[in-house]
């Protein structure tokens, strides 16, 4: 019986950390101000979005904690390190957007039956200077490692806070043009619809780690064929491909090849093949020969 490991995983928190404080200070002052201006003008959807904005923040902030934690290397009972932290981040995050989204979408509907005054006025100009801003902080955030589902989900937050605006801006522009002030707890709707889209989308992907599910793309099956078809190979069992975090897919499996196969030339090609057909480096292969029958004459 022999064994083959094959460790490789890189960390790109130096890469990601600096999009990301750029972003929360963007974010972190375009939140102050869009409170206040919220306050002041009596707009429910410059008040939710301030919210998710503080979500935003919160999620860049953990997010931040998460790469320096997920860069520690592993140690004592912690045989992966803390890279879980990451896809724990992004939980925490969804779980909060879905409960805002849930308590705006409540207020959206009670300023539909009961509209309030709105400083149209003040809400556009606050959008309009908003724009641009979450317009900076996206292309700060794209030069991060998208991969990570961390980096991912507070990039997708700050593109929701663009959509979000452009709606609050043309909801301002209606109420202008025509009095009508509903728009405003319509375009809270919106914000609200798009904070869970993006809650599910954190919820799912973290989850999908936690659940030890094949990253997404990567067919078990597929990799099992492609196993079993490789030359001197006999059998393959336990086969598991799961995520240690995002980015980190790794594969486990029990390799019966033929009794007078070179078992360790096997498992360097299997690893070669893994690596280089299916993107897995971080591969833990049993290999081991099949039983010897020996014929006997009586």
Known sequence: MT????????????????????????????????????????????LTDAAHMLTDAGAIALGLM?????????????????????PLSAAINGAVLAVLALVFTIEAISRLANPHEVEAALVLVVALVAIPVNVVA?????RANRESVNVEGVFQHILTDLYAFIATA??????????FDR????????VAALMTR?????????????????????????????????PGVVSVHDLHVWEVTSGFPSLSAHI??????????CRAGLERMLRERFGLDHTTLQVEHEPKTLLSIE
Not at 170 to 175: D, K, N, R, S
Not at 183 to 190: P, Q
């Open 3 to 46: 064994h083959g490991h094959h460790h490789h995983h890189t960390v790109s928190a130096d890469a990601d950390r600096g999009p990301m404080l750029v972003a929360l200070v963007l974010i972190g002052g375009l939140m102050a101000a869009e409170i206040a201006a919220g306050l002041i003008a009596g707009s429910v959807a410059l």
């Open 66 to 86: 998460a790469l320096r934690l997920a860069a520690r290397p592993p140690g004592g009972a912690m045989t992966y390190g803390l890279k879980r932290v990451e």
């Open 138 to 142: 996206v292309r700060a955030l794209a």
């Open 170 to 179: 043309i909801a301002a522009v209606v109420i202008l043009a025509t009095g």
């Open 183 to 190: 728009a405003d707890a319509i375009a809270a709707l919106f």
């Open 198 to 230: 993006a809650a599910v989308s954190l919820l799912r992907d973290s989850g999908r780690i936690f659940l030890e599910a094949a990253p997404a793309g990567l067919e078990p099956d597929a990799v099992g064929h492609a196993l079993a078809a490789y």
């Open 256 to 265: 019966v090849v033929g009794w007078d196969d070179d078992c360790h030339d």
